[in-house]
């Protein structure tokens, strides 16, 4: 172009702001819904890097009289808290040096090899040093972490796990939410709140309405750790998830916690037979700014293994609450299902993440959860939000309420169990009445401000909160208050159901009450049937046996049957 | 244009000794991390700094309390900053926030990841929840039970800003000093 070409102003008018001019695709493709979301190069330095960073450790280990001398290139004196306490208490140091002399190539190989069982990797893996366990699966790419999943996980029947929650913390509107939750199929069901106070009157909203249904639907409530446990061990929550841990040394130290004070939280669980399982997940560290300049696989990786460590039977991980670090990097979608996959090696349950918001795009979303969904994972999602994502206070899941019917097609489509099922609308309506007016009763029992009913109603019908009628929460916070204030327990609960004739819900939820005196739901990746029955099944009795095709869990009979019967096919015999 | 002016006003922050434990019952304690109005002068969503603490005293100050600014220069940890607020206001009461404006008010007697109300998603707080937060910490101290501020809840705050806030977040690292006890700051606006 020469200068005769360009469009001279006249200096009549202002002069004119010239922007380059725009290809309509590049506008078009501008306006696309993840042009919203954040991404960010790689900066090696910090840390934020998925996989592979430079400052990431070469796997090693020396092993001297039974202890671990020298780890990842650290001498023992060399060690933080959190290399002492994996080289203390989660590498079995008989295998070590037999598990790191394995060429990692090889290793990442048999996790793949379907002619390799299980229990034969298992044997080594829980043996290895976090840079060696880093080392092996970086030389998987994401088709071949599936594999690897598919045979790794504890568990031989996947699950999945759901958030029920509400904005405005509306206990009616929770109660019918869990039952319907419960009938579509989660064996586990997750509370947290937008105002702290408000967690012992949610936790014992969702606790009634789970137990509406089939009956061994666990539930839990995230908050703060001790009112956490302190919910649990009153029985109105069924097990434990958001106890957290982190991969570096200051993240912990900020929240006046080290490896042992976990393990000692975590012991007051099981000391009253609960479940729990704790929660870490990439990004978390960068999150505080805290990342040491390592890999995000690698911090998570030494998370695995401070949960071992502890003796925890398991994890929740695959970014969680800071997905949107690790995916805002390349190979970040990757690395949450890789650290899946670590768990699983760690013979861990693992509660696959899947959990919260991380992108606008619809096909971003679904292309994430692919990994633990074709697999199968103990928890597919963690949760899955059974309520509109804008009720949900882990600020948004990545499939929500809206999805509930997409992804029942999606295991139609792909013949792959992904823990949930077609539900009819009257089923449903009949479940959360069912549920709300059992929550009516208790509450009044108690002497809590009373569930109207118009509250009842709006609750039977509602799609989310903002169907619901407003309601005090001030005066709720006082009732929660007073509940534990008084030592309310799940018994007390059990109680007033059973004299009000709410026979099955107190039935239920005094077989999940039970089953702490029993402590077989307190195995690995333990889960209850659902039946009512409060049969459990778990990594010891529902081994993962999968060795390739005709092995393994298979998506066939009754529960296929179950599969196929969604809303809106059409019967041939009908035209 | 005189309009514009006052939008445009600086917030002009002053260290004026280290803190002190406060002995006035009718106070509330804003703490403020190292990098606030320094690193950056507005929150992720853009919300200038100096109109967030304008509206926060605005609505502790209608109550009849009395707003005191300290700034926390060893650690950046939201839930940690606003409970050593909260210990050294002479109610008990404190407002905790951060550059990228994540906001929660703490009291003395709670642990630091429980607190009495927390504003976690920074781009969702508007000038109007900010002068609401600023209120309620002050029926706090006054000893009522007011209703908690409305949470906003927006289930994309996350995937536009996480990674966003995350490398703000790694920037104030740089401006922690380990060192340096809290400073009692002097407020003023040009």
């Known amino acids: ?575 | 244009m005189a309009q514009a002016t006052q939008q445009e006003r600086k917030l002009v922050l002053t260290e004026a000794g280290v803190a002190e434990e406060g002995t006035k019952s009718d106070e509330v304690v804003i703490a403020i991390s190292v990098g606030f109005n320094d690193m950056k002068d507005e929150t992720l969503a853009g919300v200038r700094h100096a109109n967030v603490i304008r509206e926060m005293m605005a609505g502790i100050e209608e109550e009849g309390v009395t707003a005191r600014i300290v700034r926390f220069y060893d650690n950046l940890d939201l839930g940690v900053i606003g409970l050593r607020g909260a210990k050294l206001s002479g109610s008990g009461i404190g407002i905790g926030i951060q550059t990228r404006g994540t906001t929660l008010i703490h009291q003395e007697d709670l642990v630091p990841l429980s607190n009495l109300e927390l504003f976690p998603q920074a781009p969702l707080i508007d000038l109007e929840t900010f002068r609401a937060i600023g209120k309620n910490a002050a029926l706090y101290a006054k000893g009522e039970t007011p209703e908690p501020v409305p949470v906003a809840n927006d289930p994309m705050a996350r995937p536009t800003y996480q990674a966003l806030a995350a490398l703000w977040h790694i920037k104030e690292m740089g401006y922690k000093d380990k060192d340096k006890e809290p400073m009692e700051m002097e407020v003023s606006f040009e």
């Open chain 1, 1 to 575: 172009m020469s200068d005769d070409d360009k469009h001279i102003a006249d200096g009549g008018g202002e002069v004119e702001e010239t922007s380059p001019k725009r290809s309509k695709r590049f506008e078009a493709l501008d306006k696309r819904e993840v042009t919203k979301d954040g991404f960010v190069n790689e900066w090696p330095e910090v840390g934020f890097v998925a996989m592979e960073s430079p400052n990431d450790p070469d796997p090693s280990v020396t092993v001297e009289d039974g202890e671990i001398t020298h780890m990842d290139g650290k001498d023992r004196d060399e060690f933080d808290f959190i290399d002492r306490f994996i080289a203390d208490y989660a590498i079995n140091v008989d295998k070590a040096e037999e598990a790191m002399e394995i060429d990692s190539v090889q290793f990442a190989r048999d996790l793949v090899d379907i002619n390799v069982p299980r229990e034969e990797i298992v044997e080594l893996s829980t043996a290895m040093t976090p840079a060696k366990l880093v080392d092996v699966v970086n030389h998987l790419d994401t088709a071949e972490i599936i594999m690897a999943m598919k045979k790794m996980r504890t568990r031989q029947t996947p699950g999945n796990q759901c958030h029920v929650t509400s904005v405005e913390d509306n206990v009616a509107q929770i109660a019918a939410d869990a039952a319907e939750a419960a009938l579509r199929g989660f064996y586990e069901a997750e509370n947290t709140v937008g105002v702290a106070r408000m967690a012992p009157l949610t936790a014992l909203a969702q606790q009634i309405g789970a137990q509406c249904g089939r009956g061994g639907v666990i539930t839990q409530c995230a908050v703060e750790e001790a009112t956490e446990l302190e919910l649990g061990m009153r029985g109105m929550t069924g097990y434990a998830e958001t106890v957290s841990v982190y991969g570096t040394e200051d993240v912990f130290k900020d929240g006046d916690d080290t490896p042992w004070s976990k393990a000692f939280l975590a012991s007051g669980y099981a000391s009253r037979g609960l479940k729990m399982r704790y929660t870490s997940g990439a990004g978390s560290e960068l999150n505080m700014g805290q990342a040491e300049g390592k890999s995000m696989f690698y911090l998570e990786t030494r998370c695995v293994l401070v949960t071992k460590g502890c003796g925890v039977q398991g994890l929740q991980n695959g970014g969680i609450s800071c997905i949107a670090i690790p995916t805002s990097v390349p190979a970040g979608v990757k690395e949450v299902a890789a650290e899946n996959l670590v768990t699983m090696m760690a013979d861990l349950e693992v509660a696959s993440g899947n959990d919260q918001t991380f992108t606008h795009s619809d096909k971003r979303r679904t292309a994430r959860m692919m990994p633990q969904f074709l697999a199968g994972t103990d928890f597919i999602f963690s949760g899955y939000s059974a309520v509109p994502n804008y009720d949900n206070m882990f600020a948004g899941s990545t499939f929500d309420s809206y999805d509930f019917d997409e992804y029942n097609v999606m295991q139609r489509d792909l013949q792959v169990e992904g823990g949930t099922k077609p539900v009819d609308e009257e089923t449903v309506l009949e479940y959360r009445e069912r549920a709300v007016k059992a929550l009516q009763v208790v509450f009044e029992e108690l002497g809590f401000p009373p569930i109207t009913d118009e509250e009842v109603e709006a609750a039977i019908y509602a799609d989310g909160s903002k169907d619901m009628p407003e309601r005090s929460t001030a005066d709720d916070i006082q009732a929660a208050e007073e509940m534990m204030d008084e030592g309310i327990t799940g018994a007390d609960v059990v109680a007033i159901l059973a004299k009000n004739g709410f026979k099955g819900i107190a039935e239920n939820m005094l077989g999940i009450l039970k089953s702490r005196v029993a402590g077989d739901y307190i195995q690995t990746s333990s889960i209850f049937q659902g039946d009512g029955e409060f049969d459990v099944l778990s990594a010891v009795n529902d081994p993962n046996e999968y060795q390739g095709p005709g092995t393994g869990h298979r998506l066939t009979g009754e529960d296929w049957e179950e599969k196929k019967k969604i809303r809106f096919a059409v019967d041939p015999e009908d035209i």
